[in-house]
């Protein structure tokens, strides 16, 4: 055994030595034999924001291959990522590329070392705003305190090609881009101490060699650096639990797919059936305003037939009452014109009488007078002693009644005219005869001598 230990180191030796100067710094070590498949294992939980997950791989010491655990590493600084290591096969002999932080994640040789690794690039996360963003597809993260997460689906081949280095006999074939040649020539930044003094206290542990764990080692995955004790310690499952974790990966994946199909297909049809209820609630207040509406242009007509009933029957009424107005104007007319007529009539009966009555007592002044004249005479002519003869009384003609006037008293009676003898007592020089009174007396009786 110490002979076999011894010859393993003198060819690591002898690699060393042969290999140029100018790549010193990207090869460690250079070995014949292939190292073992990867190991199958899960990953723990991230125990602090901005911790960046370094994936397992298998280192070389002088007793063989040994597993260095995954574990989660806080980078150098914000903004840098962790380009993994790997086995190269070339010379033949395979030599081991050291892993780097850099702005960029560069070649690692095709290994696909899952977790967001998958041979290249990287798909676990990104910095953004001084903050690593962790896809949680991928990522075995506490949602509840870590708010900077994302989900993003990431192919997965590993469980069929846990090849874990690249050319050879069985490696990957994969070679760089153009890209990540360039990047290979950037400034790195090497690993921290964490990560050595985490890869030199599993090259110094005896249950990590594979010649003694058979590619399952006990400590497959730490939740810090160093740390191969606790609850933060993972175990290999194995290629077989490997595919079935991987599986169960997918199929929980895939049944939170369908979940998240199924629950958007029922916001959908909840959305839809709420849309459509909307619709017919939108659509029965439409039906119900149509009816107010129609209800109030129907009343509006309604009242509009009404104020027209009754402007016309005012209009009716009004030319009834005007029509009634000018009937009674009509009338009143008529009366006033038969009142004027009978005033007139009236006015004209009491001018008639007027004038009969001026006649009458003309006449009657005129037979005075000439009554009083005769006497005059009879009385010159006659002698003295001789008993003067009865005046003869001259009956006054009867003058015609005066027609009664409407609306007034009927005249006065006349009374009978005094004799001529009763007026005069003495016989006196002939005078002028006074005017009669507008009533003519009857003529009274004369005394006998």
Known sequence: MRINRFVRFLLVAVVMLAIPAIASAQF??????????????????????GYLWT????????????????????????????TPGYWGFGGGAYAWNEGYWGATVGFYGGVNYGFGYGGSGYEGGYWRNNEFSYNTYVNNVDRETFHN?????????????SVSYNGGTG???????????????????PATAAQTSHQQAASQNHEMLASVNHGKPAIAATSKPGEFTGKGVVAAGGAAEANKATESKETE??????????????????????????????NKEAASKASENKAAENKAAENKAAEDKAAATRTSENKA???????????????????????KAAASKASENKAAENKAAAN????????????SEEKSAAPKAAKPAPARVKPVAARPEPEAKPAKAAPRAESAPKPAAQRQSAPKPAAAPKSEPSHESEPKAEKKP
């Open 28 to 49: 460690g070590v250079s070995i014949t034999v292939a190292p073992p498949e990867l190991v199958a294992y899960a990953q723990p939980i991230c125990p602090q924001q």
């Open 55 to 82: 994936p397992g791989y298998w280192g070389y010491a002088t007793e063989g291959y040994y597993w260095t655990p995954g574990t989660w590493v806080e980078p150098p600084s914000v903004g840098l990522l962790w």
């Open 149 to 161: 997460t994302y989900e993003k689906t990431v192919v997965n081949e590993r469980a069929s090609a």
């Open 171 to 189: 490696g990957t074939t994969a070679r760089a881009t153009a890209a990540e040649e360039t990047e290979a020539h950037e400034r790195h930044t």
């Open 253 to 282: 994946s895939k049944a939170s797919e369908n979940k998240a199909a199924e629950n958007k297909a029922t916001e959908n049809k909840a959305a839809e059936n709420k849309e459509a209820e909307s619709k017919a609630a939108e």
């Open 321 to 343: 009452a005007a029509s009634k107005a000018s009937e009674n104007k009509a009338e009143e007319n008529k009366a006033a014109a038969t009142r004027t007529s009978e005033n």
């Open 364 to 375: 009657r002044a005129s037979e005075n007078k000439a009554s009083a004249a005769r006497t």
